[in-house]
T-cell receptor
Framework: NAGVTQTPKFQVLKTGQSMTLQCAQDMNHNSMYWYRQDPGMGLRLIYY???????DKGEVPNGYNVSRLNKREFSLRLESAAPSQTSVYFC????????????FGPGTRLTVT | GQQVMQIPQYQHVQEGEDFTTYCNSS?????IQWYKQRPGGHPVFLIQ?????EVKKQKRLTFQFGEAKKNSSLHITATQTTDVGTYFC??????????FGTGTRLQVFP
């Protein structure tokens, strides 16, 4: 039981490049989330998915797209990376549809130069 | 918009001293959750409080939810070096998604 897994762990991009961050959970959770965490700051919600086939914007969605591929997988895509997107990205999942406790993946540390 | 603030932002203590972090919401919360993030790690769920005035303990950690359900606290008795990390509170926002507090970073000196 791996919980929540994320790939890659580290990534360096040049401005304008694109990439997809992958996330998968094996806990049969309904809801999945993408957060970004900037140095010394809290977690800000980018997008979330309450169930397979649905996605909604969070607090900071600009510059990102998401896909809930199936119940297990939730990917985050940066179409044209910008230095302001340098951050640590965390994927999380929760059992239900509401504000349950969340289980986080190990994170992806992204640097955009 | 809704905000969840924590104080202090940083706290340095000597091992064995007590530590408290406070969480304040601009709106009433249906529940409050606490998470711990070790340096370089990911947030880990610690506990959820639901009832007004609720107090829960986990070994040396004591969590409290305020009577008005707008504030909460985490108290650690006799800190150890293993307590080092950032402690976040989180509560449901208007869209029923969690809003995380700004966090309190705890450093424990041996």
């Amino acid at each position: 039981n791996a919980g929540v897994t994320q790939t890659p762990k580290f990534q360096v991009l040049k401005t304008g490049q694109s990439m997809t961050l992958q996330c998968a959970q094996d806990m049969n959770h309904n809801s999945m989330y993408w957060y970004r965490q900037d140095p010394g700051m809290g977690l800000r919600l980018i997008y979330y998915s309450a169930s397979e086939g649905t996605t909604d914007k969070g607090e900071v969605p600009n510059g990102y797209n998401v896909s809930r591929l199936n119940k297990r997988e939730f990917s985050l895509r940066l179409e044209s990376a910008a230095p302001s997107q340098t951050s640590v990205y965390f994927c999380a999942s929760s059992p239900g549809l509401g504000p349950d406790e969340q289980y986080f993946g190990p994170g992806t540390r992204l640097t955009v130069t | 918009g809704q905000q969840v603030m924590q104080i202090p932002q940083y706290q340095h203590v000597q091992e064995g001293e007590d530590f408290t972090t406070y969480c304040n919401s601009s709106t009433t919360l249906s529940n409050i959750q606490w998470y711990k993030q070790r340096p370089g790690g990911h947030p880990v769920f610690l506990i959820q409080l639901v009832k007004s005035g609720e107090v829960k303990k986990q070994k040396r950690l004591t969590f409290q939810f305020g009577e008005a359900k707008k504030n909460s606290s985490l108290h650690i008795t006799a800190t150890q070096t293993t307590d080092v990390g950032t402690y976040f509170c989180a509560g449901p926002g208007n869209t029923d998604k969690l809003i995380f507090g700004t966090g309190t970073r705890l450093q424990v000196f041996p």
